[in-house]
């Protein structure tokens, strides 16, 4: 399995980016996928996820503004940022697996993570 992440990049606030995540040997059909992130000196954390019926989670910080997504095909995952924060700056990591194991906290499959760097 393999996933690689891609479309960080430096914004400024208030501003929009689109983070794909693409798959191989893994599609994203009947497992779970998420957005993680994580920012220097703080703990990394879920923003968004697509379980296997399609129903979507978001976290509180950031619901309305980011939508998770994947394509037809099932072989990439989209997050899109939109109304970006100051404090939406880190590193942003795909992630997927089986529901099982999505339920214990630690999904298997990770990508190496895409930087986006929000500024005023």
């Known amino acids: 399995v393999q996933l690689v992440e891609s479309g960080g990049g430096s914004v400024q606030a208030g501003g929009t980016l689109r983070l794909s995540c693409a798959s191989s040997?893994?599609?994203?059909?009947?497992?779970?996928s998420a957005w993680f992130r994580q920012a220097p000196g703080r703990e990394r954390e879920k923003v968004a996820q697509?379980?296997?019926?399609?129903?979507?989670d978001y976290a509180e910080s950031v619901k309305g503004r980011f939508t998770i997504s994947k394509d037809s095909t099932d072989t990439t995952l989209f997050l899109q940022m939109n109304n970006l924060k100051l404090e939406d700056t880190a590193t942003y990591y795909c992630a997927t697996d089986f529901c099982s194991q999505f339920s214990r906290g630690v999904p298997r499959y990770w990508g190496q993570g895409t930087q986006v760097t929000v500024s005023s």
């Open positions: 040997g893994w599609p994203f059909r009947h497992v779970c």
């Open positions: 697509l379980s296997r019926d399609d129903t979507t």
